[in-house]
């Protein structure tokens, strides 16, 4: 199993900067790809910005240009610096991790999702 712990979030005036964190632990084979995902109040889960870990990365058009996503493989923590912050970026950011939880999954060729509990970026006007 994959725990996932976030932190960073806040509050912060538009235009300003955060930067979350998100750290991985448990027991498990490997960690392939994580990344950022938000949701505001009313609206779908949408990605923000994920690392495959060798396939690059993706960023949601609102994001990019603004937004930085980075990891530490050492430390399987994944970041998102935030520049620039808009009152629509305001939202429950949740890290994702894709991961091979055991040796079997691996032979298998499977991988699983989790996710954090969230951290609240507020962005005031």
């Known amino acids: 199993q994959v725990q996932l712990v976030e932190s960073g979030g806040g509050l912060v005036q538009a235009g300003g900067s955060l930067r979350l964190s998100c750290a991985a632990s448990?027991?498990?084979?490997?960690?392939?790809?994580m990344g950022w995902y938000r949701q505001a109040p009313g609206k779908q889960r949408e990605l923000v910005a994920f690392d495959t870990s060798g396939g690059g990365t993706n960023y949601a058009d609102s994001v990019k240009g603004r937004f930085t996503i980075s990891r530490d493989n050492g430390k399987n923590t994944v970041y998102l610096q935030m520049n620039s912050l808009k009152p629509e970026d305001a939202a429950v950011y949740y890290c994702k991790a894709d991961a091979i939880p055991d040796i079997g999954a691996y032979v298998r060729g499977t991988m699983r999702g989790y996710w954090g509990q969230g951290t609240q970026v507020t962005v005031s006007s």
């Open positions: 448990g027991s498990f084979f490997s960690i392939n790809a």
